[in-house]
C-alpha cells in the first residue's frame, strides 16, 4: 500500500514517516513538503491514503483534496490540522474525507486510523484493483496516441477512427503555462478543473501536448455553449495558477485528420496572444516591482532582475507591467532616472559626473543624450536655466 505525507513542517512529516515505517514496514511512504510535490506524486504513484497538512504554502490541503477527488475517487484522505484549524479540518470530512488529525499528533490513534483504512483499501482492491487498472490503462493509452497524433508524429498504423467513435464532432481547447520552472502542480490543477468542466459540459478527455500545455477535446452536449465553458476555466485557473496562462480554442471538428493541422495553428496563435492576467496578485506583484525599482533606479535594473523579485517570468511580467502602468520597463526605469537627475541638478555642488552616477548612467555622454531627448535640453543647460530662476525668485 501506498501512502502520501503532505505537510511543510518538516519534523512533522518524517515523525509520521517514522511511525508508520515502524508499525508497517511493508508500506510505501512518499513525503511532500507542498502540494506541488504532492501532485507529482500522485500522479507518478498508486497512492491509496494521503495525510496532508491545511495550511501550506500556495494551496491549501482542502484545495489539493478537493482538486484531485476526480482524477483519484479511490484516495482516501485523512488532514491534519492544529486545533485553531479545527473549523478547516470539520469542513474536509464533509468534503469527503476520512478522518482528521489534530496537532500535536499521537501516535496510538495515527496508527489505528491506518490500520482502518488499510483494510478498507485491502477490502476495494479486490473487487476493483483489476477494473481500475483497466480503466487508467485504456485512459493512458487512449491519451497517449492523441497526444501523437496531435503532434504530427507516427502512431504506428493505428486506426483511430475507431478509436475515436464516440466523437463524431468535437472542439478542441489548449492551456498554455509560461513559466520557467517546473510546473507539476499547476499541470495537475489544470488537469483536473478542466477534466471536471469537460465532463459537466459534455464528454472528451484532457491529456498533456508538452510540459508547459495541455490540450481538451470536448464533444459538447446540446444546447451546451464552449465560451461557457472557457469563462469557467479561465475563473478558476485564475484563482488556482501561480502562473500566466493562455487558452486557444477551434471550431468544430468532423473531421480527425485536421487535428494535427488545428493544433498547430493554436500553438501558433499563443505566440502573438497576451498571456491571461492571473487574478491573484497581479496588482500586488507590479506594486512590489515599482516600490522595488524607486528604491534601486540607481543600479543595474534589469527586466529580468525585476521580474525575479516579484516571482514572474520576463516575457509575463513585461506584458502585465506595461498593462498596469501604461508604460514600457525601458521606458518607465528612464523616466524615473531623469525625474531624479532633475532633482539632484538642482544642488549646485554635485558635478554632472556626480548626477549620472548617482542615476545609474555610467556613461556621461550617453547619461546628456537621453536628458536631451525628453527635456530638449542637456542637463548643464537645465541646471544653468533653473539657477538663474531661482536667483531671480
Known sequence: MDILIVDDETVIREGIMRTLHNRFPDYRLHL??????????????????????????????????????????????????????????????????????????????????????????????????????????????REAVFQRWASGLDIGGLDLHSFMESYPHFQLLMVKMESDKVVHLEHFIIENVLGELIERYGQGFVTTYDGKSLIGLVKLREGAQLTSLTDELRSHLGRYLKVPFQMMHTERITELQH????????????????????????????????????????????????????YLNPVYFSQLFKQKTGSGFKEYVIALRLEQAKQLLMNPKLKLAEVCERIGYQDMRHFSQVFRKKYAVTPSEYRQAHSVQAAES
Open 32 to 141: 511532500a513538503s507542498n502540494p506541488e510535490e504532492a501532485a507529482a506524486l500522485l500522479r507518478q504513484h498508486r497512492i491509496h491514503i494521503v495525510l496532508t497538512d491545511i495550511l501550506m504554502p500556495g494551496m491549501t490541503g482542502l484545495e489539493l483534496m478537493s482538486l484531485s477527488t476526480k482524477l483519484y475517487p479511490h484516495v482516501k484522505w485523512v488532514v491534519i490540522s492544529a486545533y485553531s484549524e479545527f473549523a478547516y479540518a470539520q469542513e474536509a470530512v464533509r468534503l469527503g474525507a476520512k478522518d482528521y488529525l489534530l496537532k500535536p499528533i499521537g501516535k496510538d490513534m495515527l496508527v489505528a486510523m491506518i490500520e482502518k483504512l488499510g483494510a478498507e483499501v485491502a477490502q476495494e482492491n479486490e473487487q476493483t484493483e483489476e477494473a481500475e487498472l483497466l480503466r487508467r490503462g485504456r485512459k493512458f493509452l
Open 259 to 310: 487535428v494535427p493541422a488545428e493544433v498547430q495553428r493554436m500553438r501558433q496563435a499563443s505566440s502573438t496572444q497576451v498571456y491571461e492576467q492571473m487574478a491573484s496578485g497581479s496588482d500586488r506583484a507590479i506594486e512590489v516591482a515599482l516600490q522595488y525599482m524607486k528604491a534601486n533606479y540607481h543600479t543595474d535594473l534589469s527586466l529580468e532582475k525585476v521580474a525575479s523579485v516579484v
